[in-house]
């Protein structure tokens, strides 16, 4: 059945609405960013770029390194931008515009973003990289689809009934990384770790400037659960909405994050721009290696 003009909405030029992008400017594997400045401290190592768009704060570049077809987006803060990003990158590949038909072959994307994070464990260096194996959702972008099966109900039910936060109306869902792309990119360099995905940068992370969370203690209970193992080990605002919309749609997803704060210790990165550097490098070698 067509999907109606009000549901995959085309801009007059026949491009996605929020991306202005078209089919064949996208690659199968595509690196995500927040930044729009971002996107160009990536493709700056490409041999060559052969798509360059924007639209808001959604740039996009296309280009080639090392032989291999990357495209690189940027996404913006926050899982409400992830949703337009992931479901309009999976349109590009899997509806058919002419027909506004979805296609009977689906096309399986590779997404890996590359962002930073504050670490919630004081032994986690600043300025090193951590590959999230699994990502908590705090922000509640999964709460709006028919998610269970993609999600990891073990993990999150431990970790609701651990927090006790359903009084202050918050419910965390739980999505693991794929693991075949988790193998590709992993390395001894990269440390590997839960990461929980916030719904803002101040309160949402037990930030205080004039004013005062709700929850005192919410970074110190987050740092104190442990699952098979592994630690909460880092905040962000966009992880676990990729992991949950790229596993939905039938993609493989992995985020990368630069420790670029440590909140148990109160330590921020001198330098940042080098650390992302690094990080956007190691990424671009693993997935030609």
Avoid at 130 to 139: T, Y
Avoid at 154 to 159: G, I, N, Y
Avoid at 255 to 280: C, H, M, P, W
């Amino acid at each position: 059945m067509a999907l109606s003009d009000s549901e995959l909405i085309l801009n007059p030029d026949g491009s996605i609405y929020h991306l202005n992008l078209l089919p064949e400017d996208i690659s199968s594997t595509i690196i995500t960013v927040g930044d729009p400045s971002r996107v160009h401290l990536v493709t700056k190592y490409f041999d060559s770029i052969q798509i360059e768009k924007g639209s808001r704060e959604f740039l996009t570049h296309t280009g080639v390194y090392k032989g291999k077809r990357i495209t690189v987006i940027s996404t913006g803060i926050g899982t409400d931008n992830i949703d337009i990003v992931f479901n309009e990158l999976d349109a590009l590949v899997n509806i058919d515009f002419s027909t506004r038909e979805i296609k009977n072959d689906k096309i399986q994307l590779d997404f890996i973003r590359i962002g930073t994070s504050g670490a919630i464990q004081a032994d986690i260096p600043i300025d090193s990289f951590l590959l999230s194996s699994s990502a908590i959702g705090l922000e509640g972008l999964l709460h709006f689809y028919e998610a269970g099966h993609v999600r990891n109900k073990d993990l999150q039910e431990r970790l609701n009934n651990f927090l006790g936060w359903n009084q202050h109306n918050i419910t965390a869902y739980a999505v693991d990384s794929d693991e075949n792309l988790r193998n590709k990119i992993y390395s001894n360099r990269i440390r590997l770790g839960i990461t929980v995905t916030n719904s803002g940068f101040y309160g949402p992370q037990g930030r205080s400037l004039r004013l005062t969370p709700k929850i005192s203690d919410f970074n110190e209970k987050l740092a104190s659960f442990l699952y098979q193992n592994q630690q909460i080990t880092n905040l962000e605002m966009e992880t676990a909405g990729i992991y949950g919309l790229a596993k939905l749609h039938g993609h493989r997803a992995v985020s990368l994050n630069a420790i670029l704060a440590n909140r148990a210790t109160g330590e921020f990165s001198t330098n940042a721009s080098k650390t992302v550097d690094n990080l956007i490098k190691y990424t671009l070698e693993r997935l030609v290696s």
